[in-house]
């Protein structure tokens, strides 16, 4: 199968990427219908009915060595940020390997995640590809515990961990670190912001979020690779405003009003009932 250079894959993401994979996984009939309880309404014919769905991309193993780098420059490819920097470093580097269906994604597509999500500081950016790239190949049943793998590994790490070795960009050798307690690029950024003393549009916070996006490439690529092997395993559990947070607020308890796994912390601590508890928490 015909290799593509990285420049050309680059380049393949306007209306022939866009047409070439909607015709390869196009509206067809006679698919199998998805599964879990959302999908009731579910149609084996018909409009939402795709050939050999769902999931029918298969996954390759990726050297993280090599894709880290990708996400990093991807980051800074055109401003086009974290979401496409990650989601790029996976299914990207996948395209240029291996060919198609991968070379014909629409990759500026993730763009979108840029600044969690067109500049709104909710989910972070990296995160969001990576979970994106993960729905390409697994259904919800296998790909929920991989995603929450790597969002609970985001919320526990000192970031960034990633150098890439030059101070071209004019931020030479390694960044402060902080730990976000929380997916989300608001918390993420502000946190660090606040622990480094750098401003939020400084040049420093934007090769912290660069650095991130290759740390976030690595460890998805890591996940999906232990997935392949049969070797994936939740390595980071939840933490203890999660649970505590969720005898009142989880399905059938006193106030069943929790929705989500985030960490609780970052923003209720200072409630009056959990203030005490986690007086001490970062």
């Not at 193993?61 to 894709?67: F, G, M, Q, R, T």
């Not at 269906?101 to 972070?124: A, H, R």
């Not at 690029?185 to 650095?211: I, L, N, P």
């Not at 308890?253 to 929705?259: A, C, D, F, I, R």
Request: proline residues 7%.
């Amino acid at each position: 199968m015909e290799r593509i250079s990285r420049r050309s894959a680059l380049k393949t993401m306007g209306f022939l990427g866009c047409a070439t994979g909607c015709l390869a996984g196009g509206l067809m009939a006679g698919a199998a219908p998805f599964s879990g309880p959302e999908t009731a309404m579910a149609v084996t014919a018909g409009r939402f009915a795709q050939k050999d769905a769902p999931f029918s991309w298969k996954p390759h193993v990726l050297d993280a060595k090599v894709s880290a780098p990708v996400a990093y420059d991807g980051y800074w490819h055109q401003g086009y940020g974290c979401g496409y920097g990650v989601f790029y470093a996976i299914v990207g580097v996948m395209g240029e390997q291996h060919g198609a269906p991968y070379n014909q994604f629409p990759f500026t597509m993730l763009e979108v995640g840029k600044s969690g999500i067109s500049d709104w500081g909710t989910i972070c950016g990296a995160l969001l590809g990576a979970a994106s790239a993960f729905a390409l190949f697994w259904g919800r049943k296998d790909r929920d515990p991989m995603v929450t793998e790597l969002f609970r590994w985001y919320e526990q790490t000192p970031f960034p961990v990633y150098d890439p070795g030059t101070d071209a960009r004019g931020v030479p050798g390694a960044l402060p670190t902080s730990v976000s307690n929380s997916p989300l690029c608001h918390v993420s950024v502000g946190r660090w912001c606040q622990a480094s003393g750098f401003a939020e549009k400084s040049k420093e916070r934007g090769e912290r979020c660069a650095r991130i996006t290759a740390d976030v490439a690595v460890k998805a690529i890591a996940i999906m690779n232990a997935k392949q092997a049969g070797t994936f395993a939740v390595a980071h559990g939840d933490p203890a405003s999660v649970t505590y947070c969720g005898k009142c607020h989880g399905p059938g308890k006193e106030s069943p009003l929790l929705k989500g796994k985030m960490d609780c912390t970052p923003c209720h601590s200072g409630s009056p009932h959990t203030a005490d508890k986690f007086k001490n928490h970062p």
